[in-house]
C-alpha cells in the first residue's frame, strides 16, 4: 500500500535527533549494537537485491523493546523511580519494562492478556515483576494498567508512544546507519508504531531517501487501514501468530505512520507461519511471528521493487516451543 506525502512530523510525538543520539548513549551499557548478517542467498534472490537481518532478537529479553524501556525509565526523575512503573503489554515491552526496572532496582507491574504467550509472562516474573494476566485481549490489559497506574500515582509506561520510548527504540536505526551506510529499504515490523517512530525520526532526518516498509499481518492491520483511510480504523480482536503487534492505534499512532512508512506490507497468516518454519530451517533462529512479518513480506513478494541494499528487522524471539514445533510440523520443506 502506498501512502500520501508524509507531513511534517510533530515534535510533540516523534523524537529528535538529539534525544535519540542521548537515548543511544543512556542505553550502550545494557544493549550491545544487534548484529547485521546477510540473509540465505534465496531471499536476496527473490528480492532482486542483497537483504540483510538486523537481529533485535538477540538484544536482553530477545526484542527492540528494552531499548525504549530502558531509556523511558531512566529518565524518569530518582522519586519517581522509586514508586515503580505499570505498563501493558503483549509480552516483550513487559519484558523490557520489567529488564529495566531490575536493572535499575525500581518495582513494575506489567499487565498482559491472558493470551499471551508462556514463555514470555514466565520471563517477566524471572526478572522480578509482577505480572497481571487477567485482562481477555491486548487493549483490555492496557485499559487496566492505565487505571492502576492512576490509582496509585505512577507512571503508565506506553508500549509504543511517549518520546523517551521511541527516542530508545531510535537508536536501531542510528546502529544500522553506521553498519550499512549504502541502506535503501529498511522494513519493520509494525504494531502500534514505536520502532516505527523511532526509526523513521532518524532515517527522515539522516537518510531521507531511504525507503521505509512496515510490515503487519492481516490480523493485526490497524496501522494498515488506519493510513488507507487517513484516520484511525478500529480492528476486530483476532487470533494471529503475530501476538505482539496486536491492538489497536490511536491518533498519535497514526501520525507516526503517516510521517515514517513510504509503504505498509501485509502478510497472510498463512505467509507468515511458512516464514517462521522457513526461519528456522534456514538460519537456526526461532523468530516470533510479531519479529517475523518483515521477512515473511520479502520471501513472499510483498515488497515491491525495493532499492537495494534491504535491511528486514528481525525482533522477538519469544515464542513457545510448542507453538514452533505445530508450525514446523503444518509447514514442511517444499
Known amino acids: ?31 550491545s549494537p544487534s548484529r547485521l548478517i546477510e540473509a540465505p542467498a534465496e531471499l536476496s534472490e527473490r528480492a532482486g537485491v542483497p537483504v540483510w537481518f538486523k537481529l533485535e532478537l538477540e538484544n536482553p529479553t530477545g526484542s527492540f523493546k ?50 499471551a504467550p508462556a514463555v514470555k509472562k514466565a520471563g517477566i516474573r524471572a526478572l522480578g515483576a509482577t505480572v497481571n494476566d487477567e485482562a481477555p485481549d491486548y487493549d483490555a490489559a492496557m485499559v487496566v494498567a492505565k487505571a492502576h497506574a492512576a490509582r496509585v500515582g505512577v507512571p503508565f509506561i506506553n508500549p509504543c508512544l511517549g518520546l523517551p520510548l521511541l527516542a530508545g527504540q531510535g537508536t536501531v536505526a542510528l546502529e544500522l546507519l553506521e553498519q550499512l551506510p549504502a541502506l535503501g529499504t529498511v522494513v519493520i515490523c509494525t504494531g502500534g508504531g514505536g520502532l516505527l517512530g523511532g526509526m523513521g525520526a532518524v532515517l527522515r532526518a539522516l537518510a531521507p531517501a531511504v525507503r521505509v516498509i512496515g510490515a503487519q499481518s492481516v490480523e493485526t492491520a490497524a496501522m494498515t487501514h488506519s493510513l488507507a483511510a487517513g484516520r484511525v480504523v478500529e480492528i476486530p480482536v483476532t487470533p494471529t501468530l503475530a501476538d505482539g503487534l496486536c491492538g489497536q492505534i490511536d491518533d498519535e499512532a ?20 511458512d516464514t517462521m518454519a522457513w526461519l528456522y530451517r534456514a538460519t537456526g533462529m526461532a523468530v516470533e511471528g510479531a519479529g517475523a512479518v518483515t521477512v515473511a513480506a520479502l520471501r ?30 503444518r509447514h514442511l520443506p517444499s
Open 66 to 115: 528494552v531499548r525504549g524501556a530502558y531509556n523511558a525509565l531512566a529518565t524518569l526523575p530518582p522519586d519517581v523511580q522509586a514508586r515503580g512503573v505499570v505498563c501493558s503489554s503483549a509480552g516483550n515491552h513487559g519484558l523490557g519494562v520489567a529488564y529495566a526496572a531490575h536493572a535499575l532496582g525500581m518495582p513494575a507491574t506489567v499487565y498482559v492478556p491472558s493470551t
Open 1 to 31: 500500500m502506498s501512502l500520501p506525502t508524509h507531513p511534517a512530523p510533530d515534535p510533540a510525538i516523534l523524537p529528535s535527533l538529539e534525544a535519540v543520539r542521548a537515548a543511544a548513549a543512556r542505553v550502550a551499557p545494557i544493549v
Open 300 to 329: 513472499h513478494g510483498l515488497v515491491a521493487a525495493p532499492p537495494g541494499p534491504v535491511v528486514a528487522l528481525v525482533s522477538g524471539r519469544n515464542i513457545d516451543p510448542a507453538r514452533l514445533e505445530e508450525l514446523l510440523a
Open 254 to 273: 497514526l501520525h507516526i505512520g503517516q510521517v515514517c512508512a513510504d509503504r505498509m506490507a501485509l502478510v497472510t497468516e498463512a505467509q507468515l507461519g
